[in-house]
């Protein structure tokens, strides 16, 4: 599994911009849910139309962290590109 941590300073609306901005990536979100292994966390399932690969998103608002997992059987082509893209825009982002 590879994991890409996310700097923000801040987790204010840091949920809607997440989803907002997959969404202008043309991601889908197949699943929200919390992570069990980090309570309180709120955790994506993201797909790009049919094509193969997941990237899951986890903001984790009582630590201030907020990361990027790719599954090893849930890699695709997009995946690492779309990862990159959102870090990006999630680290200029302020609240």
């Known amino acids: 599994m590879t994991n890409i941590e996310v700097n923000i300073s801040s987790t204010n609306k840091l949920e809607k911009t ?9 991601l889908s979100i197949t699943m929200k849910t919390t992570a069990a292994k980090f309570p309180g966390s709120i955790h994506w399932h993201l797909k790009k139309g049919r094509e193969r690969g997941t990237l899951e998103i986890t903001l984790w608002p009582s630590q201030k ?3 990027f997992s790719m599954q090893d ?4 082509d997009w995946v690492m590109d779309a990862a990159r893209q959102l870090k990006e825009q999630l680290e200029a ?3």
């Open 18 to 26: 997440i989803e907002d901005r997959s969404q202008a990536l043309g």
């Open 65 to 67: 962290r907020c990361w």
């Open 73 to 76: 059987g849930r890699k695709g």
């Open 93 to 95: 982002w302020r609240a």
